[in-house]
């Protein structure tokens, strides 16, 4: 398995490009005995495969694209795309689980069907609702689904996971301001939309403060701001972007409703005028109460109670294998990448790899999850 990571570390694809990837998926998935289809949801490959006579079936999904970020390693396997890296481990991911779909053909210790999802473009591009969109689970249905992902910082032999949300929902926004330019030494013939930008970027901070519950949670960022391009002319427009996170639909929506009724009241006082454009990118990751017990069971039972944290911190990060969970119960665990040296660097960094000693666990944990969820009779 560290030999397949390292070769897709090596020869990686950004999102909807992984056709290397997903052809080396295809064949070994075939080479095993695997039914394979491919070109779901664009590059995404499905591997079927079955055991028994029972018709419950289990999908398992690892995500297959690199970043589009430049690779700071020197090691020999470093990606020899420039301006690209597995940067957030989904070599990993991909080698983890074809090490579960190999182990699972040639032992067949379940009864059922079992659905390996190898999905394209989880960095932000909408690769998981490609595959949904495609038809994924009316051609490949699955009485549940399950994912994981790396996570730098635990320990490797460590799973942590919690039932309910998991991670939030990711909204971006773009909001353009336009005013009167002018004179920058006549105000008084303009309206300047810097002035009205400001007041709305202060105004955006008592959202979480002061309208979403205190025991509920979210994030406003303004990470933009666009404006003028000389030191005597007031600019006609100014443009402000950045993202919001909510761990439920009604916050995000209630932030929505709140940033657009703040942006154009404050804009009509100034004699401006603001529009509001907001775009759901992820919805939060919500895990099944059911199948979070089930996968931290089979993970107690490899790695003993002792490492399993069950009630893990939710994360603000966003993963868009929400919007498979929103279509089949299932769960999303994470898989400890290992501390300091040795797994610890975080993910997005140019220096972070994704810590080969950590392959076992993810493979093993989605293989035992299918051996639970389809026990032979
Ligand atoms: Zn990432
Ligand atoms: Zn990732």
Redesign the pocket.
């Known amino acids: 398995m560290t030999a397949w990571r390292r070769d897709f570390h090596a020869h990686l694809e950004a999102g909807f490009e992984e056709h290397r990837t997903s052809a080396l998926v295809a064949e070994r998935l075939a080479a095993w005995g695997i039914e394979v289809h491919r070109g779901i949801g664009g590059t995404g490959v499905v591997g079927v495969l079955r055991s028994g006579r029972g018709n419950l079936a289990v999908g398992l999904r690892a ?1 297959t694209d690199a970043l589009e970020m430049p690779e700071a390693n020197d090691f020999p396997y470093r990606s020899t795309i420039p301006g690209k890296m597995h940067g ?3 070599d990993g ?1 991909t080698t983890m689980l074809l090490g579960a779909a190999r182990y699972l053909a040639e032992t067949k210790n379940f009864d059922g069907i079992v659905h390996f999802i190898f999905q394209p473009a ?2 932000g591009q909408g690769g998981a609702q490609a595959m949904v969109a495609d038809g994924l689970f009316e051609r490949f249905p699955c009485d549940s689904v399950y994912g994981l ?1 790396n996570q730098p910082g635990m320990a490797v032999g460590h799973y942590g996971i919690r039932a309910g949300a998991m991670m939030a929902g990711c909204g971006f926004f773009d909001l353009d301001i336009h005013g009167r330019g002018g004179h920058g030494a006549r105000p008084e013939s303009t309206v300047n939309p810097v002035v009205c930008g400001a007041a709305v970027v202060s105004a955006f901070q008592s959202i979480v403060a002061r309208n979403v519950a205190p025991n509920d949670t979210a994030v406003v960022s303004v990470t933009g701001f666009t404006a003028g391009t000389a030191y005597n002319v007031i600019p006609e427009r100014v443009s402000l972007r950045g993202t919001v996170r909510a761990f439920r639909t009604g916050t995000m929506q209630l932030v929505e409703e709140r940033m657009r009724a703040l942006a154009t009241s404050i804009a009509s006082g100034f004699g401006a005028t603001a529009e509001l454009a907001f775009r759901e990118v992820t919805v939060p990751v919500v895990n099944g109460a059911a199948q979070t017990a089930l996968i931290a069971d089979a993970a107690a039972a490899m790695v003993g109670e002792a490492h399993v944290d069950r009630q893990r911190i939710p994360a603000m990060g966003s ?1 868009d294998f929400s919007y498979m969970l929103a279509e089949r119960p299932g769960a999303y665990i994470l898989v400890g990448n290992g501390t300091g040296e040795a797994g610890g660097c975080e ?1 997005h960094n140019p220096r972070y790899d994704l810590n080969d000693a950590a392959i076992p666990y993810g493979a093993g944990i989605l293989a035992a999850v299918v051996e639970k969820e389809l026990p032979r009779g």
Do not use: A, F, L, R
């Open positions: 995500d957030c481990g989904h991911h989880e960095e992902h993963e993910v």
